[in-house]
């Protein structure tokens, strides 16, 4: 059983948004257009407390994209972006959702950021995803969405370290950092995830 989890497809993340990916929309409609050749569909969305360390504004003399140490953990810090609530959080309304089955939210504790669907960046708690997927009969996990050098990364390593066999849709998500996404390419393949196409799955070309 195959499951595509669509990362963090919000307005903060897409062009205009605080946090904004660089042709973030273009993951829209292949997101869309895949949903139909998995079993299941699941999607996480970004959701920070406004007081969320994780924002520069809540670090006095610190600047968007600086890096500090959070509680001994290395921490971008980031613009003001999906706060709990603000429009900037919700799903982004092009997405179809009538086929996502679950929404895994995280980033909500004010003092850890979580990139990943299935950790926090500390690796202490769990979402609850992997236990979902295995509950579903879910072997193989495929991953698209915002941003992939990011949480679309981090999930997918994370998806690995929990068995899963993992696939990246490369045309399917848009990183911040292009030297950041290539170097996470490099270690999920180092780590035996697949770097895929959307055509691979699609049947195009
Ligand atoms: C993300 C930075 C901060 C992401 C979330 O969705 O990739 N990046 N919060
Ligand atoms: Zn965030």
Redesign the pocket.
Known sequence: MKALLL??IQPD?LPGGS?AVPEGDAVIPLANALQPHFDLVVATQ?WHPATHK?FAANHAGHQPFEQIDLHGLPQ?L?PV??VQGTSGAELATAVDANRVEAIFRK?TDPEI?S?SGFFDNGHRKATGLADYLRGKGIRQVYVAG??AD???YFTAKDALQEGFETFLIEDATRP?SAEGFAQAKADLQQLGGHIIQSRDLLGQG
């Open positions: 990362i963090d993340f946090l970004d994780s971008v980031w972006h999906c980033g950021d990139y915002l941003a990011y949480c679309v911040i």
